[in-house]
């Protein structure tokens, strides 16, 4: 599995850092949805679910935390912890976030709107689903 981070161009001088994010240019989709996580209590892990169609940019712009991707035969930990790296999170890969840092602040860029009929939540179903895509696309 080719996990795919991005590099964001932090603009820098010596009032500090900031970093600019346009869609098409620096995320590779049209931005339809942005979200974030914060507060994240101790312990806790998310997510435990895949999309059908949606993809996402996540960027820890403050703090730190992992996230494990499967694919239904692979799995990788992606770790986060810098505001200028985003981990590119396609359709059809089952993702769960943990080890959140107590400041951690997780963004996500998303490249449709809310809609929970794009969530596959049973990771059963998950295989299936991921299956019948192979098989779909030869
Ligand atoms: C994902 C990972 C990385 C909304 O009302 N609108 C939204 O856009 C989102 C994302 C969530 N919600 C509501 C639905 C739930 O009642 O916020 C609550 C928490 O959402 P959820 O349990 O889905 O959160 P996570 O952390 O498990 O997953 C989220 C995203 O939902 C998901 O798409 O890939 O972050």
Known sequence: ?????????????ERGQLVALEEYKDIP?????????????????RGFHAHRSLE???VCIHGS???LLDNGREKKVVPL????????ISNNMWREMYDFSPDAVLLVF???LY??????????EF?????????KNG
């Open 1 to 13: 599995m080719q996990v795919v981070k991005y590099m964001f161009q932090p603009h820098g001088d």
């Open 65 to 67: 935390c992992k996230v």
């Open 29 to 45: 989709f049209e931005i339809k949805r942005v979200y974030y996580m914060y507060d994240t209590a101790n312990g806790v892990h």
């Open 127 to 135: 295989l299936k689903f991921t299956e019948e895509e192979e098989q």
């Open 115 to 124: 809609d929970e009929s794009d969530y596959i939540r049973n990771y059963d």
């Open 56 to 58: 996402q940019i996540l």
């Open 81 to 88: 912890e810098k505001p200028y790296e985003g981990l590119y």
């Open 110 to 112: 998303a490249s449709q």
